[in-house]
């Protein structure tokens, strides 16, 4: 279930086709497990080093008023990032390939 810190790309009750093997890339808009447990779907803004050096995303609410993202959790690991959002598969009338950044 999306919720309002990716309006207004996503809404609530949106139901979104996800590829577990696709790499994300800046723009994207990925599925990925927070540090404090939580499984979220989020902007991958951009690549950055976190803790120890180590490389991964830093994820961004679409809706910055709403939700938590890299601003409060830092850098979110690769392996954490456990999806790409291909297409909003529901509603039926919104059904369509979820924009990249760049309206892609």
């Known amino acids: ?3 309002r810190s990716m309006l207004p790309t996503l809404r609530p009750g949106d139901r979104l086709l996800l590829s577990y093997r696709r790499r994300p ?7 990925a497990r927070l540090p404090d447990g939580v499984v979220a779907v989020k902007r991958a803004a951009e690549r950055r080093a976190g803790d120890g050096g180590r490389a991964g995303w830093w994820l961004l609410s679409d809706n910055a008023a709403e939700g938590s ?11 954490d990032v456990v999806a790409v959002v291909v297409m909003r598969i529901w509603p039926l009338w919104r059904r369509r390939a979820v924009p990249d950044s760049t309206g892609a």
């Open 69 to 79: 993202d890299s601003r409060r959790h830092g850098v979110v690991a690769d392996d």
């Open 25 to 31: 890339r800046p723009g994207a808009v990925v599925v």
């Open 1 to 3: 279930m999306v919720n």
